[in-house]
């Protein structure tokens, strides 16, 4: 069974820098996606980035630019470096992982294709 640890979440001040690491466990299939979403209080899960097991990468147009995935696939981790952070990006982030290959081979944000979940890592963004 999969299994996904998130870690790397905190406080930083706006125009910050921050990187959260996912660290996930051997999947049963080669065709899997994994990636980050966050959840803000009051507000809909959204995916913020997510990379398949071949290399395509989804990202969301809103946060383009600013936020880029790494995958390590020896060291079995997923980063994402967060950079110019603003407020706005205060949430819970979760990593997860399609392991049915429903978005195989081209990543989607769409939470509800993701069949397996960390227990989410909490980043604040505030003065």
């Known amino acids: 069974q999969a299994r996904l640890v998130e870690s790397g979440g905190g406080l930083v001040q706006p125009g910050g820098s921050l990187r959260l690491s996912c660290e996930y466990s051997d999947f049963s299939s080669h065709y899997y996606v994994i990636g980050w979403f966050r959840q803000a209080p009051g507000k809909e899960r959204e995916g913020v980035g997510c990379i398949s097991s071949n290399g ?15 995958r390590d696939d020896v060291k079995k981790t997923l980063l994402l470096e967060m950079n110019s952070l603003k407020p706005e990006d205060t949430a819970l982030y979760y990593c997860a992982a399609d392991t049915v290959g429903r978005t195989w081979p081209t990543p989607r944000g769409d939470f509800y294709d993701y069949d397996f979940w960390g227990q989410g890592t909490q980043v604040t963004v505030a003065s």
Do not use: A, I
Request: charged share 25%; no cysteine.
């Open 56 to 70: 395509n990468t989804y990202y969301s147009d809103r946060l383009k630019g600013r936020f880029t995935l790494t």
